[in-house]
């Protein structure tokens, strides 16, 4: 078993799987994957505004040059006047400490307006640092707000939640899985499915994967009816309840359940026959009685009790003549090799209470003919009986073996329960056979699929995608050295003569005459007068020079250089959605739920069916709340804990309401529920699980005590789950 001793009144938490709601395993979500940041940046500092520096900086400026020109025009001008005074006297002593009053008065007044303008940038660099410091501590004030709400949202989230069965969904297959993985679940949707109607397992694995679900539901106060085939069948009810019609078409399409293509002459003699025989039984029909009927038409002996005198006479004489006999001996032959081990079916079935959980089991043991028709028999007593029930018809789930069954008997149930409003569940171990032939018919879950085949057709079913995958990745690396030497040596030699040769001549001539006044009796005096002249002159130059020049010279240059490309391609692939290798390697526990969406996009949901996950911490039996991917709104900083910001984003078909309301339980009697449903409790925010308390024990309806006679034809009654080598009423 995968869960621990739960004897009666030491169920602890497990009781939790009684919870309502139909759910197919649990869904694991880090609550930590949920911790929204805080997203509001930190305050930085504010630069002062340019014109204030600009003004301390002109000031500063003006200052030094104020300063510097004081220092020398005032200093020089005073200076000038004082040496001066020693000559002009005291006027120019005054004129110089004028020019050094001047000069200090125009540093006095340039030195003002620096400690203006450096007291108004200082005033504002205070007071930009004052409104950031400011603005800081309420930035961290509103982020430990934010961080301790998003502490506390966090802790009070649950890490687990249930996957649900979609309202819409009325069958489901599940492929693959072991023995231990196939028990989970049915252990965990079982459970949770009885909140709202009986359950039916039909387990033909001969592993009894029913067995903890029969163990958990009798110590949680359910009535339970296990009825183990072969081993008791005497206690069994799968033919109890039939009239004599469904009677015959059960056994007639049991025993010819192993043909795929099953000769419709050989079953209608076969009905024939049957019918015939129950005709001449009365309303007095049982599988005993039909057996010792078959044989008196074989002509056998029957030292039975079953048939009087009257009616062995009457099937032997009457309702078959001696032509016909022989005809039909091979079917006659038939039918008694196969009703012959099942004549103890239900004869000790009297005085066994109703079972709210029926489990109808091929216990323990090697496959055998009458054991393979057992299994088409209960599988086609079920369907028989939800045709015909005026009852809300309860859920309805098979456990099938390596030996399977036939495609036909299994879509006849599914009609039979689409038909009733009744969820239909299929544990198929394996993907070959009919199963590949039924998967699609319903909703489809995968469970650990080991062959390989096998998981090709699963990933083949859930279909491929398109998607951009990395298809090349090029790395390269160089290095390039180079070196080179260049040695350069020359000389050259110039010689020059320059001739130069210049002639220089002159003439020069010139006459003068001059007139003059002076009185008396010679007024007028003139003089005259001439000159000339002449020069010549010669001069001639050679130079000469000589220029010899030597250069040598000697070039080295070294290059390195390394290089390195890294360079990746993808492209554009149609691949499986998932790979088989992965339905290969799925865990003992996990689940897989195939949906399929408008417009062909396919949603696989993971889950886990281990039982034991309801012993987990921060665990819900309730899906998970959908959130906003959206990020967090800002707590303003008088908060004092943030509150829960995230709408719920729509819920997908397997993700209803976080708290659904218990349906209506139309299988209990009037004004009784089979278990009280817990009511839903609104979220606080920090919510701390409580220390589990021992609960009560649900109150399931009354249908008497196990021992005590309540109608013992009704399949839906039987013996508590007391398995092989147990004593009444004890569990292991």
Same mark, same amino acid.
């Given at each position: 078993?995968?869960?621990?001793?739960?004897?009666?009144?030491?169920?602890?938490?497990?009781?939790?799987?009684?919870?309502?709601?139909?759910?197919?395993?649990?869904?694991?979500?880090?609550?930590?994957?949920?911790?929204?940041?805080?997203?509001?940046?930190?305050?930085?500092?504010?630069?002062?505004?340019?014109?204030?520096?600009?003004? #301390?900086?002109?000031?500063?400026?003006?200052?030094?040059?104020? &300063?510097?020109?004081?220092?020398?025009?005032?200093?020089?001008? @005073? #200076? #000038?006047?004082?040496?001066?005074?020693?000559?002009?006297?005291?006027?120019?002593?005054? $004129?110089?400490?004028?020019?050094?009053? +001047?000069?200090?008065?125009?540093?006095?007044?340039?030195?003002?307006?620096?400690?203006?303008?450096?007291?108004?940038?200082?005033?504002?660099?205070?007071?930009?640092?004052?409104?950031?410091?400011?603005?800081?501590?309420?930035?961290?004030?509103?982020?430990?707000?934010?961080?301790?709400?998003?502490?506390?949202?966090?802790?009070?989230?649950?890490?687990? *939640?249930?996957?649900?069965?979609?309202?819409?969904?009325?069958?489901?297959?599940?492929?693959?899985?072991?023995?231990?993985?196939?028990?989970?679940?049915?252990?965990?949707?079982?459970?949770?499915?009885?909140?709202?109607?009986?359950?039916?397992?039909?387990?033909?694995?001969?592993?009894?994967?029913?067995?903890?679900?029969?163990?958990?539901?009798?110590?949680?106060?359910?009535?339970?009816?296990?009825?183990?085939?072969?081993?008791?069948? @005497?206690?069994?009810?799968?033919?109890?309840?039939?009239?004599?019609?469904?009677?015959? =078409?059960? /056994? +007639?399409?049991?025993?010819?359940?192993?043909?795929?293509?099953?000769?419709?002459?050989?079953?209608?003699?076969?009905?024939?026959?049957?019918?015939?025989?129950?005709?001449?039984?009365?309303?007095?029909?049982?599988?005993? &009685?039909?057996?010792?009927?078959?044989?008196?038409?074989?002509?056998?002996?029957?030292?039975?009790?079953?048939?009087?005198?009257?009616?062995?006479?009457?099937?032997?004489?009457?309702?078959?003549?001696?032509?016909?006999?022989?005809?039909? &001996?091979?079917?006659?032959?038939?039918?008694?090799?196969?009703?012959?081990?099942?004549?103890?079916?239900?004869?000790?079935?009297? *005085?066994?209470?109703?079972?709210?959980?029926?489990?109808?089991?091929?216990?323990?043991?090697?496959?055998?003919?009458?054991?393979?028709?057992?299994?088409?028999? #209960?599988?086609?007593?079920?369907?028989?009986?939800?045709?015909?029930?005026?009852?809300?018809?309860?859920?309805?789930?098979?456990?099938?073996?390596?030996?399977?069954?036939?495609?036909?008997?299994?879509?006849?149930? @599914?009609?039979?329960?689409?038909?009733?409003?009744?969820?239909?569940?299929?544990?198929?171990?394996?993907?070959?056979?009919?199963?590949?032939?039924?998967?699609?018919?319903?909703?489809?879950?995968?469970?650990?699929?080991?062959?390989?085949?096998?998981?090709?057709?699963?990933?083949?079913?859930?279909?491929?995608?398109?998607?951009?995958?990395?298809?090349?990745?090029?790395?390269?690396?160089?290095?390039?050295?180079?070196?080179?030497?260049?040695?350069?040596?020359?000389?050259?030699?110039?010689?020059?003569?320059?001739?130069?040769?210049?002639?220089?001549?002159?003439?020069?001539?010139?006459?003068?005459?001059?007139?003059?006044?002076? *009185?008396?009796?010679?007024?007028?005096?003139?003089?005259?007068?001439?000159?000339?002249?002449?020069?010549?002159?010669?001069?001639?130059?050679?130079?000469?020079?000589?220029?010899?020049?030597?250069?040598?010279?000697?070039?080295?240059?070294?290059?390195?250089?390394?290089?390195?490309?890294?360079?990746?391609?993808?492209?554009? +692939?149609?691949?499986?959605?998932?790979?088989?290798?992965? $339905?290969?390697? /799925?865990?003992?526990?996990?689940?897989?739920?195939?949906?399929?969406?408008?417009? *062909?996009?396919?949603?696989?949901?993971? @889950?886990?069916?281990?039982?034991?996950? +309801?012993?987990?911490?921060?665990?819900?039996?309730?899906?998970?709340?959908?959130?906003?991917?959206?990020?967090?709104?800002?707590?303003?900083?008088?908060?004092?804990?943030?509150?829960?910001?995230?709408?719920?984003?729509?819920?997908?078909?397997?993700?209803?309401?976080? =708290?659904?309301?218990?349906?209506?339980?139309?299988?209990?009697?009037?004004?009784?529920?089979?278990?009280?449903?817990?009511?839903?409790?609104?979220?606080?925010?920090?919510?701390?699980?409580?220390?589990?308390?021992?609960?009560?024990?649900?109150?399931?309806?009354?249908?008497?005590?196990?021992?005590?006679?309540?109608?013992?034809?009704?399949?839906?009654?039987?013996?508590?789950?007391?398995?092989?080598?147990?004593?009444?009423?004890?569990?292991?």
């Amino acid at each position: 078993m995968t869960v621990e001793s739960t004897e009666t009144g030491q169920l602890g938490r497990y009781l939790r799987l009684f919870d309502a709601g139909p759910r197919l395993g649990w869904v694991h979500r880090d609550p930590e994957s949920l911790r929204r940041p805080f997203v509001e940046p930190e305050p930085r500092r504010q630069q002062v505004e340019v014109g204030y520096e600009n003004r #301390a900086t002109a000031a500063r400026l003006d200052h030094e040059e104020r &300063r510097g020109s004081a220092l020398k025009v005032g200093g020089g001008v @005073a #200076a #000038a006047c004082f040496v001066l005074s020693y000559f002009a006297g005291p006027v120019m002593a005054v $004129l110089g400490v004028v020019a050094i009053v +001047v000069a200090l008065a125009r540093m006095a007044l340039a030195a003002q307006r620096l400690s203006s303008a450096t007291g108004h940038l200082t005033t504002q660099q205070a007071a930009l640092e004052q409104h950031f410091q400011s603005s800081w501590q309420m930035w961290q004030q509103r982020r430990h707000h934010h961080e301790s709400g998003q502490e506390e949202w966090v802790r009070g989230l649950d890490a687990w *939640g249930s996957l649900p069965l979609g309202a819409d969904i009325r069958r489901l297959d599940v492929f693959g899985g072991s023995q231990r993985g196939r028990e989970g679940f049915l252990t965990v949707f079982g459970a949770s499915t009885l909140q709202d109607r009986p359950v039916i397992v039909v387990d033909l694995t001969q592993a009894l994967v029913c067995r903890e679900l029969s163990v958990l539901a009798e110590a949680a106060g359910v009535p339970v009816d296990v009825q183990l085939l072969p081993s008791r069948m @005497a206690e069994s009810s799968i033919v109890g309840g039939l009239g004599p019609h469904e009677l015959v =078409h059960a /056994l +007639v399409e049991a025993v010819h359940g192993d043909s795929p293509e099953a000769g419709r002459a050989d079953r209608a003699v076969d009905t024939r026959i049957l019918t015939q025989l129950c005709g001449a039984l009365g309303d007095d029909v049982s599988v005993a &009685r039909l057996g010792a009927g078959l044989r008196v038409l074989m002509g056998e002996a029957d030292d039975t009790a079953c048939l009087g005198r009257d009616e062995r006479n009457r099937i032997a004489d009457d309702l078959l003549n001696d032509k016909n006999k022989d005809q039909v &001996r091979d079917s006659l032959f038939r039918l008694v090799s196969f009703v012959h081990p099942l004549e103890r079916l239900g004869t000790a079935r009297e *005085g066994r209470g109703p079972g709210y959980l029926t489990c109808l089991a091929l216990d323990f043991g090697a496959g055998s003919a009458s054991t393979e028709l057992l299994a088409d028999l #209960a599988v086609q007593s079920v369907t028989r009986r939800l045709a015909s029930f005026q009852e809300t018809a309860p859920a309805v789930l098979v456990a099938l073996g390596e030996q399977g069954l036939q495609r036909r008997h299994l879509e006849q149930l @599914a009609q039979v329960c689409e038909r009733r409003g009744s969820p239909l569940v299929l544990l198929q171990p394996h993907l070959r056979d009919a199963a590949e032939q039924m998967i699609g018919g319903g909703t489809v879950a995968f469970m650990k699929l080991g062959n390989h085949q096998e998981a090709n057709v699963a990933a083949d079913f859930i279909g491929r995608e398109h998607s951009f995958v990395l298809h090349s990745l090029t790395d390269t690396e160089g290095r390039t050295v180079n070196t080179s030497v260049a040695e350069t040596v020359g000389s050259s030699v110039s010689r020059g003569t320059t001739h130069s040769e210049s002639v220089t001549r002159g003439r020069n001539w010139g006459s003068s005459s001059s007139t003059s006044y002076q *009185g008396g009796s010679n007024p007028f005096s003139s003089s005259s007068s001439t000159s000339s002249g002449g020069s010549h002159s010669t001069t001639t130059g050679t130079s000469t020079s000589v220029t010899h020049t030597s250069n040598e010279s000697t070039t080295r240059t070294t290059g390195d250089s390394d290089s390195t490309s890294l360079a990746t391609g993808r492209q554009r +692939v149609y691949e499986y959605v998932l790979e088989p290798t992965q $339905l290969q390697a /799925l865990a003992e526990f996990s689940l897989l739920v195939v949906e399929r969406r408008a417009g *062909g996009a396919v949603l696989v949901h993971p @889950a886990d069916c281990n039982p034991n996950i +309801v012993l987990l911490d921060r665990v819900s039996t309730a899906p998970l709340p959908q959130f906003d991917p959206a990020p967090a709104t800002q707590i303003p900083a008088h908060h004092p804990a943030p509150q829960h910001p995230y709408p719920a984003a729509p819920q997908h078909p397997y993700a209803p309401t976080a =708290h659904p309301a218990a349906p209506p339980q139309p299988y209990a009697p009037a004004g009784q529920q089979p278990y009280p449903a817990a009511p839903a409790q609104p979220y606080t925010p920090g919510f701390q699980p409580a220390a589990p308390q021992q609960p009560e024990q649900p109150q399931w309806p009354s249908y008497g005590h196990p021992h005590q006679p309540g109608g013992g034809g009704d399949w839906t009654q039987g013996p508590p789950a007391n398995w092989p080598g147990q004593q009444p009423g004890t569990h292991r």
